[in-house]
C-alpha cells in the first residue's frame, strides 16, 4: 500500500497532473476571492469585513477604535487598524476585494513555504503534499474568505520567518514575526521558542519591530497621546481573563467555537454554556469544578507541553530536523492562545505538510500514519458536524494528535543522532 501511494506521489510531480492541479487551484481560489466580493454587492452580507472597514475608518476619521466603555467590536492591535487604512479608503467594496485578494496571494505563499519546507531541497512528492494538506484543511482556508479573517495572512507570515531563520537572516525573522503579532498579537507566543533557541539578534528584531508598529508608526496619524490611548483602551479590553469569559468575548471564549485549551477546559471541566451569545444554555462538563482549579489544570498542562517539547528537541539546532519544530511550534501557539476559532486552524497545513513528506518516504509510518489519520477523521467529522464535535474539543485533538506525531519524529532525530555521538 505504502509503494502505490508513494508511486501515485510521485505520478503527481508529473508535468500534465501538475497542471491539472494547478488549474484547480486557480479555479478554486478565484472562487474564494470572488465570493465575499459578489455577495456583499448582492446581498450586502459583511461579516467580519465590516468590523475591519469600520476600524480602519476610525484611523482615517481620527476617531476612536476602542471605545471606552463597553465591548469594543475590533479585538486586534491597533496596528491592525492603521494598516487596513489604505484599503478602506477605497471604500467598503474595495477593500472587500483586496483583504480577499492578500489572502489569495498569502495561500499561495503558504504552499510554497510548507512544500519548501517539508521537502527541503528535493521538492520531491512537493504537488501532492500540496494537495492533501490543503485538502484536509480547506474548510478553514474557505473561511478565512468567508468572514473576513487574516489567518493566511498570518501563517504565510510566520513560514517566511520561519524560512528566514533557517537562511540566517534574524533580523527580517523577527520583523516578520512582529508584523503577525501587530496584525493580531498571539504569534508574540513564538518568542519563547526564539529565547529557547537562542536566536538572539530575531528575538531584539521582534520586540523592537513590535514597538515601531505599535508605539511609533501610529504617531504622524493618531499623534502620541491618541496612540497611547489606543493601546492603553486595546491592552483593557484584551487582558481579560476571568469566570465571566476570555477578552471581549465573554460567552464565545467558553463556546464550542473557541478551540484553545482555554475554552475547552473551562467547557469541559466547568459549569459554563457551551453556547455562543444569545443561544440556548447548553452544558458539556463531565466535571464541575471552580474557576481556580481550571486554571489550575490548565497550567499543569502548559507545563506538560512545555516540557515534552523541550524533551524532543536536540539541544543544539540542526537543519534536516528544524522545520519539525517549526510545525510543533505553529500546534503550541494555536492550542495555547486564549482564543483560537476554526479559522485559525489553518495553520495545520505545515504540520500535515511535514508528517505526508515523512509518510511518503516510508519512514515511522507505524506511529505517523495512525496519528495523522486520526487528525483527518476528526477535522473531516468537524466539517460534517462542526458544533456537535466542536464542543468536545474535535479541531483542538486533531492538533494534539499531529503535535504528538511530530514530537515523535523529533524525539527519533534526537536518539538517532545521540547514538551517533557514542
Known amino acids: 500500500m505504502s509503494d502505490r501511494l508513494r508511486h501515485l ?3 503527481l510531480d508529473k508535468p500534465l497532473a ?9 479555479a478554486v481560489a478565484v472562487t474564494f476571492t470572488l465570493v465575499p466580493f459578489v455577495r456583499f454587492l448582492r446581498s450586502g452580507t459583511e461579516m467580519d469585513y465590516r468590523t475591519w472597514f469600520d476600524a480602519a475608518q476610525a484611523v482615517l476619521r481620527n476617531r476612536e477604535i476602542y471605545p471606552h466603555s463597553g465591548v ?10 492603521l494598516l487596513l487604512a489604505g484599503a478602506a479608503a477605497a471604500g467598503k467594496p474595495a477593500m472587500i476585494l483586496i483583504l480577499a485578494l492578500l489572502n489569495t496571494i498569502a495561500w499561495i505563499f503558504c504552499i510554497k513555504f510548507s512544500v519548501a519546507l517539508a521537502t527541503g531541497e528535493s521538492r520531491r512528492f512537493g504537488t501532492a503534499i500540496a494537495l492533501v494538506s490543503n485538502a484536509v484543511v480547506v474548510v478553514f482556508i474557505w473561511s478565512s474568505y468567508h468572514l473576513g479573517q487574516p489567518s493566511l495572512v498570518l501563517l504565510a507570515v510566520m513560514l517566511g520567518a520561519f524560512a528566514c531563520l533557517r537562511r540566517d537572516r534574524e533580523i527580517l525573522a523577527g520583523a516578520l514575526i512582529a508584523l503577525a503579532a501587530g496584525i493580531k498579537a498571539f504569534p508574540l507566543l513564538a518568542i519563547i521558542y526564539l529565547l529557547y533557541r537562542r536566536y538572539w539578534i530575531a528575538t531584539a528584531s521582534l520586540i523592537l519591530c513590535l514597538a515601531f508598529l505599535l508605539f511609533l508608526l501610529p504617531i504622524p496619524i493618531r499623534g502620541w497621546q491618541q496612540t497611547v490611548a489606543d493601546f492603553r483602551e ?9 469566570q465571566a469569559g476570555i477578552a471581549q468575548r465573554a460567552a464565545r471564549g467558553y463556546s464550542w467555537k473557541n478551540q484553545s485549551i482555554w475554552g475547552l477546559s473551562n467547557r469541559l471541566l466547568r459549569h459554563v454554556s457551551a ?12 466535571a464541575d469544578l471552580n474557576f481556580e482549579q481550571v486554571n ?3 497550567m499543569m498542562i502548559a507545563l506538560l507541553f512545555g516540557i515534552s517539547f523541550v524533551a524532543v528537541m536536540p ?15 505553529l500546534i503550541l501557539i494555536l492550542i495555547f492562545t486564549p482564543l483560537a476559532f476554526g479559522y485559525l486552524f489553518s495553520w495545520l497545513m505545515l504540520p500535515l505538510a511535514l508528517l505526508l513528506h515523512v509518510l511518503l518516504r516510508c519512514e515511522h509510518a507505524r506511529i505517523t500514519a495512525p496519528l495523522v489519520l486520526t487528525a483527518t477523521i476528526l477535522l473531516a467529522a468537524t ?3 462542526p458544533r456537535v464535535m466542536q464542543i468536545y474539543g474535535s479541531v483542538l485533538f486533531a492538533a494534539l494528535a499531529l503535535y504528538v506525531a511530530i514530537a515523535a519524529e523529533l524525539w527519533r532525530a534526537k536518539c538517532a543522532s545521540g547514538s551517533v555521538v557514542r
Open 275 to 286: 453556547e455562543d451569545e444569545g443561544k440556548p444554555v447548553t452544558y458539556a462538563n463531565f
Open 315 to 329: 539541544r543544539v539546532r540542526r537543519r534536516q530536523i528544524e522545520p519539525l519544530e517549526f510545525g510543533a511550534l
Open 234 to 242: 486595546w491592552q483593557r479590553g484584551m487582558l481579560h481573563y476571568d
Open 296 to 298: 489550575a489544570v490548565i
Open 18 to 26: 501538475r497542471r491539472l492541479i494547478l488549474g484547480l487551484f486557480i
Open 72 to 81: 469594543f467590536p475590533f479585538m486586534y492591535p491597533p496596528a491592525c487598524a
Open 383 to 385: 466539517a460534517v458536524a
Open 9 to 11: 506521489a510521485e505520478g
